[in-house]
Every structure is written in structure tokens, then in C-alpha cells.
């Protein structure tokens, strides 16, 4: 049906920047909006922010302040710019997009996950 593909995590050093790409393919009408998550080791998974079709965006706490969320509809694609990265950044990224389907079915779905890693 949808697949949201990550790119961009890997291991950075503290202060660094890291841009992370989302892609969406598949059976897609229209995309309502797309985020990104993130779940540290023995914690929750998160918000850190997301963005709708229109351009609208909202952070959580974790993606205020450094992180910017920007997306490309054409090319179906949402990014995640982060920014004077942070130990306590270290986790798995997930996209996650909201996308009526071509049977006007609606749903969401979860990206594989890409791992960040902020080295001290």
C-alpha cells in the first residue's frame, strides 16, 4: 500500500547538524500530513514535529528550538533539519504519514525507523 522510507541518521558529535529525509510511495491520493517521532532506549516514542499538506507545523517539546520540519509535496518527501545536536537526541526517528489512500480508504503509516546517534 504506502511506504515511508528514512534517511539521513548516523552518528554525529555533539553540536553537529543532521538532516533526515522521509519519502512516501505507494497507492497515494493525497498525503493530509507527515511527522517525525522519535524513541530513545527505555523511553516512549515521541513527537518532534509534523507538518500538514498545507504547510502547517507543530513541535513537541523534543523538536522546539533546533529541529525545523519542511516537506517537498511534489515529491511526496518530509525533512527533519536538525540542529546543535544533543546527547539526549540519541534514538530512532520515525516518519509517519496520514494519506487517503487511491480507495479513499484513510490511514497511517510508520516508517522502518533511523537511528541517531549524538556522540559527547
Known amino acids: 500500500q504506502v511506504q515511508l522510507v528514512e534517511s539521513g541518521g548516523g552518528l554525529v558529535q555533539a553540536g553537529g547538524s543532521l538532516r533526515l529525509s522521509c519519502a512516501a510511495s505507494?497507492?497515494?491520493?493525497?498525503?493530509?500530513?507527515m511527522g517525525w517521532y522519535r524513541q530513545a532506549p527505555g523511553k516512549q516514542r515521541e513527537l518532534v514535529a509534523t507538518?500538514?499538506?498545507?504547510?502547517?507545523?507543530k513541535y513537541g517539546d523534543s523538536g522546539k528550538g533546533r529541529f525545523t520540519i519542511s516537506s517537498d509535496n511534489a515529491k511526496k518527501t518530509v525533512y527533519l533539519q536538525m540542529n546543535s545536536l544533543k546527547p539526549e537526541d540519541t534514538a530512532v526517528y520515525y516518519c509517519?504519514?496520514?494519506?487517503?489512500?487511491?480507495?479513499?480508504?484513510?490511514?497511517?503509516?510508520w516508517g522502518q525507523g533511523t537511528l541517531v546517534t549524538v556522540s559527547s
Open positions: 509517519n504519514g496520514e494519506v487517503w489512500l487511491v480507495d479513499y480508504r484513510y490511514l497511517e503509516f
Open positions: 507538518i500538514t499538506h498545507s504547510g502547517s507545523t
Open positions: 505507494g497507492t497515494i491520493f493525497s498525503i493530509n500530513g
